[in-house]
């Protein structure tokens, strides 16, 4: 439900998703989830799924979201290590980066015509990996401390593994900081950068765009600042109670992504929709 005066979701033109706690949960499909993409897909909406996890290429996070039952094509995944790669791409045609991450960051800059080196780059970019070494971070001190520019894909200190908490980009990023007093500039989310890209990505304009998120410190805070409307639902990081802890709201909550797609398809005068072919 509405949490104040807000856009009307049936104007809507394009959707912003995120990932975790909010289509997929523990590598299964969140209830509704699957039938929101199809709703999206049956009605023409252009989408996009967000994460910031830089680790997987589009191509490996489809085949990982195909067995937890959902069907969503490369082209609408967009991940924090794509948002980098488009940002350096921009600031730096050509250039040249040492790099700490796995196949989806290397990839994505492959793509946008970087050269990976550690012979003076001009960028020291980080991501996530589980394979973090010291010898590379060790390099990644020296390249900052001799000029190289630091980024990092997204500011999560720690990522969840079977066995518990693991390290992720955010804690190796303060490590390096602390080494060599520079602060990274970080492009996923909660930076609008990431959700900005996105936009163009898809050709949608803010105005006609909502975000989906499950957490009011980067998906909410970030859709917010990109002027795209704000949608908070409950089945992941953040619970009813905590959003007043919040200065800031966002402009609708949902229990899940099922109660909105009920909505949407109630239509704007409150009749069921028809949502694309079906069989009598």
Same mark, same amino acid.
């Given at each position: 439900m509405p949490t104040h005066e807000a856009r009307n979701v049936h104007d809507l033109e394009c959707w912003l998703t995120d990932m975790d706690g909010v289509l997929v949960h523990e590598n299964h499909a969140i209830p509704g989830a699957a039938e929101l993409i199809a709703h999206w897909v049956a009605t023409g909406k252009r989408f996009l799924v967000l994460t910031n996890n830089s680790i997987y290429t589009p191509r490996d996070l489809r085949a990982r979201l195909l067995t937890s039952g959902l069907d969503i094509p490369e082209a609408n995944i967009w991940t924090s290590a794509m948002a980098t790669a488009e940002f350096l791409r921009r600031q730096r045609p050509g250039g040249r980066a040492f790099v700490i991450g796995e196949a989806g960051l290397t990839t994505a800059l492959? +793509?946008?015509?970087?050269?990976?080196? +550690?012979? +003076?780059? +001009?960028y020291v970019v980080l991501g996530e990996t589980r394979t973090y070494s010291f010898e590379a971070i060790t390099r990644a001190i020296r390249l900052i401390a001799a000029g190289a520019r630091f980024i990092t894909t997204n500011p999560d200190a720690?990522?969840?593994s079977p066995e518990g908490l693991l390290p992720a980009t955010g804690s190796v990023a303060a490590l390096i900081t602390q080494a060599t007093n520079r602060e990274p500039y970080v492009v996923g989310k909660p930076n609008p950068m990431m959700f900005r890209s996105a936009l163009n990505r898809i050709d949608a304009h803010s105005e006609t765009t909502a975000m989906i998120g499950d957490r009011m410190d980067t998906d909410i805070i970030a859709g917010m600042e990109a002027g795209l409307l704000t949608i908070l639902v409950h089945t992941g990081i953040t619970k009813p109670a905590d959003v007043a802890l919040f200065p800031f709201r966002p402009d609708m909550e949902h229990t899940s992504v099922a109660s909105l797609l009920a909505e949407l398809q109630e239509g704007p005068s409150g009749e069921t929709m028809d949502s694309g072919p079906h069989e009598d």
């Open positions: 492959h +793509d946008a015509g970087f050269i990976l080196t +550690d012979q +003076d780059p +001009d720690t990522g969840p």
